[in-house]
């Protein structure tokens, strides 16, 4: 079954430290990988849109990394800042597939604390 | 920056009302679709809207609802008679690409449906 998986589920940090957000999934065949923040109550922004030949993609203080043959990708924020508190999305191509093709993930709330 | 526009922020409304969620997509774009996010929940999907017609749905996307692009502009998600499940915020989204190619989408804000 085509499933996105992310960790931790939820993350507090503090002002100014780094983090690492992870997305495992399962989905077959796979076109590319994209990471959303969201905003409470707000839509989805895309940060990264990464395709299988792609290693690492960055956004500023974001950082996505993909390893395609392990379906393994994360998003590195760098310096965080109390902006940067919001869910963050994991979204999967599914390349032929139905539902739309894009599989989404849970996401991970992050708060970065002051 | 061009956006993604939908109205209304919030409505309620009545169990069994009908309902229309309106939407202007980026207007160079050609693919138009609405997602769904129960509170707290992860988004899904509903269908997807190319050269005038539905080009996929999902299992949720049955008979109560229905999509319209009246005119070269807005995009409406239309839903027959309201249920209690349907509480939700709703967004539309766009994009200019095909989302095999790497085409970025772009979402709205929502529309945030209270169904009592």
């Known amino acids: 079954k085509n499933q996105v998986e992310q960790s931790p589920q939820s993350l507090i940090i503090l002002e100014g430290k780094n983090c690492t957000l992870q997305?495992?999934?399962?989905?077959?065949?796979?076109?590319?990988l994209r990471w959303y923040k969201q905003d409470t109550g707000r839509g989805p922004v895309s940060l990264t849109i990464?395709?299988?030949?792609?290693n690492t993609k960055s956004n500023g203080r974001y950082t996505a990394t993909l390893d395609a043959d392990t379906k393994q990708s994360s998003l590195h924020i760098t310096a965080s800042q109390l902006s940067d508190s919001a869910s963050y999305i994991c979204?999967?191509?599914?390349?032929?597939?139905?539902?739309?093709?894009?599989?989404f993930g849970k996401g991970t709330k992050l708060s970065v604390k002051p | 920056e061009p956006e993604v526009t939908q109205t209304p922020s919030h409505q309620v409304t009545q169990m069994g009302q009908e309902v229309i969620l309106r939407c202007v997509p980026i207007?160079?774009?050609?693919?138009f679709y609405w997602y769904r996010q129960i509170l707290g929940q992860k988004v899904e999907f509903l269908v997807s809207?190319?050269?005038?017609?539905?080009?996929?749905k999902s299992e949720i996307f049955d008979d109560q609802f229905s999509v319209e692009r009246p005119d070269g502009s807005n995009f409406t998600l239309k839903i027959r008679s309201t249920k209690l499940e349907d509480s939700a915020m709703y967004f539309c989204?766009?994009?200019?690409?095909?989302?095999?190619?790497?085409?970025?989408?772009?979402f709205g804000e929502g529309s945030r449906l209270t169904v009592l």
């Open positions: 989204a766009s994009s200019e690409f095909r989302l095999a190619g790497t085409g970025e989408l772009f």
């Open positions: 997305c495992n999934y399962t989905v077959s065949p796979f076109s590319n």
């Open positions: 990464m395709t299988f030949s792609e």
């Open positions: 979204v999967v191509f599914n390349y032929g597939g139905s539902q739309g093709n894009l599989i």
């Open positions: 207007s160079n774009h050609l693919y």
């Open positions: 809207f190319y050269n005038n017609e539905i080009s996929e």
